[in-house]
């Protein structure tokens, strides 16, 4: 009798220590409802950099010392340029890692960068991890230099297929590029949010495009029968194609190039109202005729397609290949200007006088 005690009160240590041990497990993997996402605010006027810099020191007023350590990068690091879309070990200060404070201070941030369209799709792209069963508190927050309507700051906002760099050089000038944004599922396919699309406008959009070329139109956009394996320029430090391929917007119709404008659009309005004008100037000053479309795949739903817009100012690329067609990836570059490149430059050479 007493050998059978003894067991049975090892049993209930055992199951004890191991209850013990599962709760500290799912305590340290955030859950999508405890890193629960702030809904949208009403949209709001245009936001200066000044409200960018004042909602980034909120932010950085919520970390301890040990958090900030994390968090902050001098400008000139090399981290700022480090940007990826992949699954993979990140520097900054991760949403897991913060609390229900300072992850309300991050998405506010966040909205002050974005429109609430453009936030509706962020915060979409992290909770789609959690309906994967990944684990959403990996996406981190990075600030460069320090918050100021005066000097040159930036900050990252970035996890698995999400990657929005920041760059402020003059109290109304931001730079927002690269931007990457990618949604897997693309379309949800079971469970209660089945049907969701993510990122729908960035491909139907573009194949309302496509159905408004003629035949021959289509023959001379479609660059390739099969669509490459990801985007072309990756996360490459600066974006580069050896050439324009495709239809020129120079030869499509009235309605054609609206159409264009309306694909243009969807990518520009992820962003504040000042970032954006910012961005149609350039291709507007450009000219919308020297842009150029490019298809190659399927043209058909749920078949593998990519598609790019590429001009003198700007790169868009897309594609929809992975998981039988349904794994969005999509990346618009300045190519005069990410990471303020050109902004920083002016900004420099004014100063130094």
Avoid: C
Avoid at 55 to 75: G, P, W
Avoid at 242 to 261: H, S
């Amino acid at each position: 009798m007493k050998k059978r005690r003894v067991y049975a009160m090892g049993a209930v240590v055992l199951l004890l220590l191991l209850g013990g041990w599962i709760m500290v497990q799912v305590a340290t993997t955030p859950s999508p409802e405890a890193l629960q996402i702030p809904v949208a605010m009403a949209a709001q006027p245009t936001p200066p950099s000044a409200d960018l810099a004042a909602a980034a020191q909120h932010f950085l007023n919520t970390l301890d010392d040990e958090q900030r350590a994390q968090a902050v990068f001098s400008f000139d690091s090399a981290e700022r340029f480090n940007w990826h879309f992949v699954p993979r070990t990140r520097q900054g200060l991760g949403l897991g890692a913060m609390t229900d404070a300072q992850r309300t201070a991050a998405y506010a941030l966040l909205q002050t960068a974005l429109t609430e369209d453009g936030y509706a799709k962020a915060t979409g792209i992290v909770e789609l991890e959690g309906i994967l069963g990944r684990d959403p508190g990996r996406y981190y927050v990075s600030v460069f230099g320090t918050p100021s309507v005066a000097e040159p700051w930036g900050w990252r906002f970035e996890g698995h297929h999400l990657s929005l760099n920041f760059s402020s050089v003059t109290q109304t000038v931001v730079a927002a590029t690269p931007s990457f944004w990618g949604a897997n599922p693309a379309e949800v396919r079971q469970g209660e949010r089945s049907g969701w699309r993510v990122l729908a406008a960035e491909e139907d959009e573009a194949r309302a495009l496509w159905n408004l070329l003629t035949d021959a139109q289509q023959q001379r956009t479609r660059i390739a029968n099969q669509a490459p394996r990801d985007i072309i320029t990756g996360a490459d430090r600066h974006a580069r194609l050896e050439r324009f391929e495709g239809f020129p917007a120079a030869e499509m119709t009235t309605a054609q190039q609206a159409q264009l404008q309306v694909l243009l659009d969807v990518y520009l309005n992820n962003m504040a109202a000042d970032v954006a004008t910012t961005q149609r100037d350039a291709i507007d000053d450009a000219g919308l005729d020297a842009l150029y479309l490019a298809w190659a795949g399927s043209a058909e739903r749920g078949e593998a397609h990519y598609y790019r817009i590429h001009g003198p100012t700007v790169l868009i690329e897309y594609d929809n290949i992975q998981n039988g067609a349904n794994h969005i990836h999509a990346v618009w570059r300045d190519l005069q200007d990410d990471f303020a490149e050109d902004l920083l430059r002016q900004h420099y050479e004014q100063h130094a006088h």
